[in-house]
């Protein structure tokens, strides 16, 4: 397939070249709104309760998220609205450089965070003595600095002249180079890609085992029903149910951020294996990776527990009065015959019984 055609203004454009302020507009919106909306759930949550180490991490994502819109977004409209480039805001580049840090910067820790709470629910589920004994809140405090001194520590090479960080049309946006002519900017490109690939892969294998050991408790408590242990039972259906929770608001955070960074994952490998050009798919796996922060309060918003708990008690409210129904019919068929005109079910039924011979007032 023929590549397309490089476009070498884009990295040295001063003015914006095409486009319209309404998208990002729309986009900072939304990621501002949902990062707001959760961390409001969070703290209502946080009151009525202890906070959890979950939610501990939890917090630390929606937080991040927020953190990354504010950092990139407010820059994509000003560049807009003064029709300048990240470049043309300023003669050192500076603004293209801390927009390209904080995208490769906060699309690192935003997986590990992913990956810190997959790691945290497969040893809740998988080994629960070791979970209670040795893992704390405290834990997930040190997992997230240490989780944002890594990142940054990485996503400061390019300044050190290890990988690069250049402008993409049409001039409000600014990443690592995605066409290196340097060999140290392609190692940079491939360590970024292949520390994505390995964090969603493991993030991916933790959710997996996490439903294999569930559904392990879950035969486990089918097998025991005596009158003692289906009083445990009780208990034990509402701890899965939890684990359930967390686990599907986990799962769908993961599948948001493995569509909107496995692009970008695939395009570096593609670009350094079979040296495509296609700076079209440049710009949407961009797109996708700067969606992921706003998308992420939005599925927590919609998955927070007590929607899914709704959901799924009226689910099975509806399964369970359906049979019942049935079954009454099938007992007594006669008390559901369908009424004359006029009268009502309620004296039907009277009538019904009355003549059933051996009743009262029959």
């Known amino acids: 397939m ?3 055609p490089k ?3 884009c990295p040295v454009r001063l003015t914006v070249s095409d486009g319209s302020p309404t998208t990002s507009a729309i986009m900072f919106s939304a990621g501002v709104l949902g990062n707001v909306v959760a961390l409001i759930l969070l703290e209502i949550r946080r009151r009525k309760q202890p906070a959890s180490l979950f939610q501990v991490l939890v917090t630390s994502l929606v937080i991040t998220d927020l953190l990354g819109t504010f950092s990139v977004s407010p820059l994509v409209l000003t560049a807009y609205l003064k029709n300048e480039s990240l470049i043309g805001m300023n003669e050192n580049r500076f603004v293209c450089g801390h927009f390209g840090y904080a995208m490769t910067f906060f699309s690192m820790v935003t997986l590990a965070i992913l990956l810190s709470m997959a790691v945290e629910r497969w040893l809740s589920i998988g080994h629960p003595y070791f979970y209670e004994k040795r893992l704390s809140k405290r834990c997930g405090y040190i997992t997230i600095a240490l989780i944002y001194l890594i990142c940054a520590l990485f996503c400061v090479a390019p300044f050190l002249g290890f990988g690069k960080y250049v402008q993409y049309c049409p001039g409000t946006w600014c990443f690592i180079d995605m066409d290196p002519s340097v060999r140290s900017h392609k190692v940079f490109n491939i360590i970024y890609a292949t520390c994505l690939l390995v964090m969603i892969i493991c993030t991916v294998l933790c959710n997996v085992s996490v439903i294999y ?4 408790m879950n035969r486990r408590r089918k097998a025991h029903r005596s009158s003692i242990q289906r009083q445990r039972g009780h208990k034990r ?18 599948i948001a951020f493995v569509i909107c960074s496995l692009p970008l994952v695939i395009q570096v490998y593609l670009r350094y294996t079979l040296n495509q050009e296609s700076h079209k798919n440049d710009r949407i796996s961009l797109l996708l990776v700067s969606a992921n922060p706003i998308i992420d309060p939005w599925v927590f918003i919609i998955l927070s527990p007590p929607v899914p708990r709704l959901l799924w008690n009226k689910i099975c409210k509806t399964a369970k009065s359906k049979p019942t129904q049935e079954k009454v019919r099938s007992i007594h068929p006669v008390m559901y015959q369908s009424s004359p005109p006029g009268d009502t079910e309620g004296g039907n039924f009277l009538k019904i019984y009355k003549g059933i011979p051996g009743t009262a007032g029959s």
């Open 213 to 216: 050991h569930l559904s392990l």
């Open 7 to 9: 476009n070498d203004s």
């Open 2 to 4: 023929a590549s397309e």
């Open 237 to 254: 259906q509402r701890s899965i149910t939890k684990e359930l929770e967390h686990l599907v608001l986990l799962g769908f955070m993961t």
